[in-house]
């Protein structure tokens, strides 16, 4: 089901050569996934956190049509309701789908962060952006002490950029 659910975030996906969307969720996918497995969460959540990091950043390139560009509060906003769209296909609960919408309209929302996918998903996402930004190691410190909270996340943020 997540793999099905890939290929139809990559089959969503326009435009991808400029700005390279489907590398990113991918990637994030990828790392959420990891940390979730290693961080033992439960078999629903770590579903849930999966299909979130492929689905994350879903409105993007609607707000750089929109909008010019895809600030995280406009992300937030918009999201949730592509996410359903996308969703609607597949056999999953109210309450999944829900979580999902949440999760994906607040993932640049760094305070109140209530549950372990919410944090893997915030790690996860951090881990692809400090690289595609191209982020100074002050930048990345910060964060770490700022958000990130998982012993994996934490390793892995520390030893892929030299911390
Ligand atoms: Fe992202």
């Known amino acids: 089901m997540i793999e099905e659910i ?9 435009g ?9 969720f991918l990637k994030v996918h990828q790392y959420a996934r990891l940390i979730g497995r290693l961080e033992h969460l439960e078999k629903r959540e770590q579903d849930i956190l999966e299909v979130a990091a492929i689905v994350h950043d879903i409105a993007c390139p609607m707000c750089r049509e929109k909008y010019g560009h895809c600030a995280g509060n406009l992300q937030e906003k918009e999201g949730p309701a592509l996410v ?6 597949f056999p999953l609960d109210h309450a999944f789908v829900e979580r999902v919408c949440y999760l994906v309209g607040h993932h640049h929302t760094y305070q109140d962060v209530n549950g372990l ?13 400090a690289d595609e930004s191209n ?3 002050e930048a990345i410190e910060k964060m770490k002490i700022n958000v990130f909270k998982t012993k994996t996340g934490k390793e892995l943020l ?5 911390l």
């Open 6 to 14: 890939e290929k139809a975030m990559i089959l969503y996906t326009k």
């Open 16 to 24: 991808n050569k400029i700005k390279h969307d489907v590398a990113h």
């Open 84 to 89: 359903k769209e996308v969703l609607k296909g």
């Open 117 to 129: 996918d919410y944090q893997i998903l915030l790690e996860a996402d951090f881990l692809v952006n």
């Open 135 to 137: 982020l100074k190691k």
């Open 158 to 162: 520390n030893h892929i950029y030299e």
